[in-house]
T-cell receptor, first 113, second 112 residues
Framework: GAGVSQSPSNKVTEKGKDVELRCDPI?????LYWYRQSLGQGLEFLIY????????KSGLPSDRFSAERTGGSVSTLTIQRTQQEDSAVYLC???????????FGQGTRLTVV | GDSVTQMEGPVTLSEEAFLTINCTYT??????LFWYVQYPGEGLQLLLK?????DKGSNKGFEATYRKETTSFHLEKGSVQVSDSAVYFC???????????FGKGTRLSVIA
């Protein structure tokens, strides 16, 4: 596609449920990032994929958070046993190999009730 | 570790006023610097960037100059419009394909 695509755009879930958020990066981009944007906060780095290398998971806040990237393209961020503090906008970005700038999707707004 | 500090908002300006949003950074290497903008209900868009000292990034009337001596990358616009109302994020990348480090964002509201 022309840009980074994320789905769903909005998700409301009950506390304790698992959720999956999807990111479809720009075609040809080898790097993919997940960030979290909480109300009144900046962007918090979560995880980074680069090609076939092992992902950088240093930003994941707990073991309830995990992410996969299949075939070097689509990525899924999974949050298990959601908590209210997980409510935020989850942003995905991608970039070409070696590039410093990243292109962002419109985000998934997650609300845990 | 690397970090970005930007002025806290919100900033409210009248149309045609001059805008400055301060941004300073801490980095171990020679980072690339960015300003991203997030319009209401939308994702982040790259506004401008600079990759080395003394470079000036510019776009849509906005400018920012990479100042290594003061580790700053302040965003300026000479005459803001209502359509510039958004959240502005300063960011850095220490090298290609490392995660961008963002400031907390500054909300700008421009009133007619």
């Amino acid at each position: 596609g022309a840009g980074v695509s994320q789905s769903p755009s909005n998700k409301v879930t009950e506390k304790g449920k698992d959720v999956e958020l999807r990111c479809d990066p720009i075609s040809g981009h080898t790097a993919l990032y997940w960030y979290r944007q909480s109300l009144g906060q900046g962007l918090e780095f979560l995880i980074y994929f680069q090609g076939n290398s092992a992902p950088d998971k240093s930003g994941l806040p707990s073991d309830r958070f995990s992410a996969e990237r299949t075939g070097g393209s689509v990525s899924t961020l999974t949050i298990q046993r959601t908590q209210q503090e997980d409510s935020a906008v989850y942003l995905c970005a991608s970039s070409f190999k070696g590039a410093t700038e990243a292109f962002f999707g419109q985000g998934t707004r997650l609300t845990v009730v | 570790g690397d970090s970005v500090t930007q002025m806290e908002g919100p900033v409210t300006l009248s149309e045609e006023a001059f805008l400055t949003i301060n941004c300073t950074y801490t980095a171990t290497g020679y980072p690339s610097l960015f300003w991203y903008v997030q319009y209401p209900g939308e994702g982040l868009q790259l506004l401008l960037k600079a990759t080395k000292a003394d470079d000036k990034g510019s776009n849509k009337g906005f400018e920012a100059t990479y100042r290594k001596e003061t580790t700053s990358f302040h965003l300026e616009k000479g005459s803001v419009q209502v359509s510039d109302s958004a959240v502005y994020f300063c960011a850095l990348s220490d090298q290609g394909n490392t995660p961008l480090v963002f400031g907390k964002g500054t909300r700008l509201s421009v009133i007619a």
